[in-house]
């Protein structure tokens, strides 16, 4: 079986890791699992609530840039004045501001 390569540039890893520590410091903890798909599953990332804990599952096998998008729409709605953050991942953060306040709840 061949494995696929892909490279993920500095200026991502570092956004991701980022994020990852911005979630962190809001008391959220980030988990990047292997979600399975059977049939009859339809598993995504996102957060989640399990025993008084807030958790942002990741799937590892997305893209960086996906998992980047995944985490700031969950940290989009939140409150982040207190939390520094990058020019980089502000700009992210606000851009997707208005998606997490549009996006309907699912549950």
Known sequence: MAVKVVKVSAS???LLDELKSVAQQLGI???EERLLREI????????CRVHERNLILLDRGLPVAAQIDILAGELAARPLDAVYLSPAARR????????AAR???EG
């Open 92 to 99: 992210l953060l606000e851009g997707a501001a208005p998606e």
């Open 103 to 105: 996006a309907p709840s």
């Open 12 to 14: 991502e890893q570092a």
């Open 40 to 47: 009859g599953y339809r598993v995504r990332s996102g957060s």
């Open 29 to 31: 903890e980030v988990r």
